[in-house]
């Protein structure tokens, strides 16, 4: 066999895979329904069908608005349950689009954040517990946790009520971030004592099977000391720690490894992956250099630290970059971007294919398995075998030079030519 043979190992056997995909906000839902429907469809069957497309299989919602919404607003805005319900945006925008992407790939699986709770919920800290009427910032009223708990499975069942299950959910997006368009501090203390006296046990009491996942942040716990190892903190507590399947985790601060760290500390609790952004920061329109990052720090870099999931932002904004809303991200980029002149012509980034790479060969229900042998510089990569027995390979060449690789499954070999700066996908059956 070649010296430059890599070679799987399905003895060896990591995590099982959940799936791919993008943030379907409602942002991304304007943009799409701005479009002629053939056009909509034949996109949405590239990016989701299983047979026709990429088969991206998992994607992330806003429970009430995000900083990509058309408004900012939850499901609740005033007090009293009858005045629960789902808003415009979601009836005329975000449900609509999921109902013909899930009309496309059945199997979709949804997870859920909300970038705040209800404004009447709020306080401007737990000392003083004032009330604090606004979008951003502020922290949850202990008195409201129950509240808040039920907020979540009415959301669930509304939801469901529409046909559309909702797989997973945060407690909430970014905990720790005080500004953006919406948002909520939310401590480990807090999501602790909030999942574990009204999240976990309603969501049980509704018969609901929904999976939580803690944090939703970044890798660095957002450089507050006292927030280290956020999710570690909460399974510390048993109880609490039932109610969780584990963390998500996004990465604007610190470094993937984290995910390998908190993996050591809690092999028992899940990890998946939840956003990432590009945006004129990271220069992302340029498809050359962010294929190659986003495919080593993202794609490749959470899956092969125990990631079950990889879930970017955006699916689609328009070339400005938007709609977006004042104190949320202006700079973004969607993994595609829509021309808001004709709302027909696709730019596709960096994020739409480094996804696109992992769902068309890694199916839910596939394990990550062993593969060793050619090491190279620039050289990386991550095998799998499929729920079917197939197995699939992704593999990033970031060097400038072609890599002449074999891959042997111990049944069966081949070779291939991997040009320079490229990523490849591979998926065969072995007989």
Request: with cysteine; charged share 20%.
């Amino acid at each position: 066999m070649s010296p430059n043979t890599i070679t799987l190992d399905p003895a060896v056997k990591f995590q099982t895979m959940d799936g791919f995909g993008a943030a379907i906000t409602g942002s991304t839902c304007y943009n799409l329904m701005k479009m002629k429907k053939e056009d909509r469809t034949t996109f949405l069957k590239e990016t989701f069908s299983d047979k026709e497309g990429m088969g991206m299989s998992y994607i992330r919602i806003a429970i009430g608005c995000s900083d990509f919404s058309l408004s900012e607003y939850t499901c609740w805005d005033t007090p009293g349950i009858e005045n629960f319900g789902l808003q415009s945006e979601e009836k005329d925008y975000i449900i609509p689009v999921l109902k013909e992407i899930l009309a496309i790939n059945p199997n979709l699986k949804i997870i859920g954040s909300p970038w705040t709770s209800p404004r009447w919920m709020k306080v401007n800290n737990l000392t003083e517990l004032k009330a604090y009427n606004s979008w951003t910032g502020g922290q949850l009223n202990p008195a409201h946790y129950q509240n808040y708990g039920t907020y979540f499975v009415k959301w669930l069942q509304a939801m469901a009520a529409q046909g559309i299950k909702v797989e997973a959910i945060t407690p909430q997006n970014e905990p720790l971030n005080k500004g953006n368009s919406a948002s909520l501090y939310m401590t480990w203390e807090e999501q602790k004592a909030f999942v574990k006296q009204a999240l976990g046990p309603q969501l049980r009491a509704a018969g609901l099977q929904t999976k939580i996942y803690a944090f939703d942040h970044n890798y660095n716990y957002d450089n507050i000391a006292s927030q280290n190892d956020y999710p570690v903190n909460i399974y510390k507590d048993q109880e609490a720690a039932s109610y969780f399947a584990g963390a998500a985790y996004h990465n604007y601060g610190g470094n993937k490894s984290e995910l390998l760290d908190i993996h050591q500390q809690r092999p028992d609790k899940e990890l998946i992956f939840t956003e990432t952004s590009i945006g004129t920061w990271n220069d992302g329109r340029n498809l050359s250099t962010r294929l190659m990052e986003d495919m080593q720090e993202v794609a490749l870099g959470t899956v092969n630290n125990w990631s079950r999931a990889v879930i970017v932002w955006n699916l689609m904004l328009d070339t400005e970059k938007g709609p977006n809303r004042e104190g949320g991200c202006q700079t973004c980029y969607g993994a595609v971007d829509i021309n808001s002149a004709n709302y027909k012509t696709i730019t596709r980034n960096s994020h739409y294919y480094i996804i696109g790479h992992l769902s068309s060969v890694v199916k839910p229900g596939a394990t990550r398995i062993g593969a060793s042998g050619y090491a190279a510089d620039g050289l990386q990569y991550s095998a799998f075998q499929n729920a079917d027995g197939s197995y699939a390979v992704v593999l990033l060449n970031n060097s400038n030079e072609n890599r002449a690789i074999t891959l042997n499954d111990s049944k069966n070999h081949f070779s291939y030519q991997v040009p320079a700066k490229s990523v490849v996908s591979y998926r065969w059956t072995s007989k």
